[in-house]
Nanobody, 115 residues
Framework: QVQFVESGGGLVQPGGSLRLSCAAS????????MGWYRQAPGKQRELVAR???????NYADSVKDRFTISRDNAKMTVYLQMSSLKPEDSAVYYC?????????WGQGTQVTVSS
């Protein structure tokens, strides 16, 4: 069964940086787009960034030029480097393939941006 385990979240001040990691239990993501998603309280889960098998990336307008998604197929891990963080980036961050599969959602990792 495919599992994704997210880590790296925490409390950070506005303008700070965090690096999230997502480890996969299987090499499934080597043949799919991988995506980072986030869900803030009272809001729908949204796609933040995605990366294809060749490394081509796409970003939501709200995070463009601040976040960078990358992947290491050998380690079965996808990363999200977040910089210039804003309070509105606060959310639980998840990874999944893209388009997402309901049964693949993990626990996520909480990111809180606050002074």
């Amino acid at each position: 069964q495919v599992q994704f385990v997210e880590s790296g979240g925490g409390l950070v001040q506005p303008g700070g940086s965090l690096r999230l990691s997502c480890a996969a239990s299987e090499s499934i993501f080597s043949i799919y787009y991988m995506g980072w998603y986030r869900q803030a309280p009272g809001k729908q889960r949204e796609l933040v960034a995605r990366i294809d098998m060749s490394g081509t990336t796409n970003y939501a307008d709200s995070v463009k030029d601040r976040f960078t998604i990358s992947r290491d197929n050998a380690k079965m891990t996808v990363y999200l480097q977040m910089s210039s963080l804003k309070p509105e980036d606060s959310a639980v961050y998840y990874c999944n393939i893209h388009p997402p599969v309901r049964g693949y959602w993990g626990q996520g990792t909480q990111v809180t941006v606050s002074s």
